[in-house]
């Protein structure tokens, strides 16, 4: 696997469906946090992952401490419009977890201040408030494979 994907509390089914899709695409693992905004029987949710649900590397967490409790040794990333740095100043490697919050409230303050080090942003226009869930998922992800020249062609 290449990267792990995590939405804490996603809440739009169509959002996690693009993710998991882009997952399956690209080798990478996603972790969904509880509670999640919808139930993963969701009609909106298959269809945006389309056929591609089979291929999904997929894990579910009770909470972001119960995850990083597995997974000891891995780095993570913390994505927010509150950050100062850019995510493309982030120095990925294969394997590490990117953490992205809930579409509507983003990761709570807390999460933020315990990793405060370890938080980026997309930096933005300022005419809007955020950017769309997968769009930002997908855009990290790039980068990610870019540091790290992960493109193959077959």
């Not at 690209?26 to 509670?35: A, E, R, T």
């Not at 490697?93 to 709570?108: H, N, P, R």
């Not at 020249?149 to 077959?154: M, V």
Request: aromatic share 12%.
């Amino acid at each position: 696997m290449l990267f792990n994907i995590v939405l804490v509390e996603p809440q739009i089914p169509p959002n996690t469906g693009n993710i998991a899709r882009l997952c399956a695409g690209l080798d990478g693992k996603l972790h969904l946090v509880k509670p999640l905004g919808f139930s993963t029987e969701d009609r909106y949710l298959k269809r945006a992952g389309l056929d591609y649900w089979p291929h999904v590397q997929l894990e579910y967490h009770n909470s972001l401490e119960d995850l990083k409790a597995i997974y000891l040794k891995s780095h993570f990333f913390y994505f927010t419009t509150k950050s100062n740095r850019l995510y493309t100043q982030a120095k990925f490697q294969e394997g590490d977890f990117l953490v992205f919050g809930s579409e509507t409230k983003g990761l709570s303050k807390k999460i933020l201040e315990e990793n405060a080090e370890h938080t980026f942003t997309i930096p933005m226009t300022g005419k809007i408030r955020s950017l769309n869930l997968s769009s930002a998922v997908a855009m990290v992800v790039g980068e990610a494979l870019r540091q790290n020249n992960l493109f193959h062609y077959s």
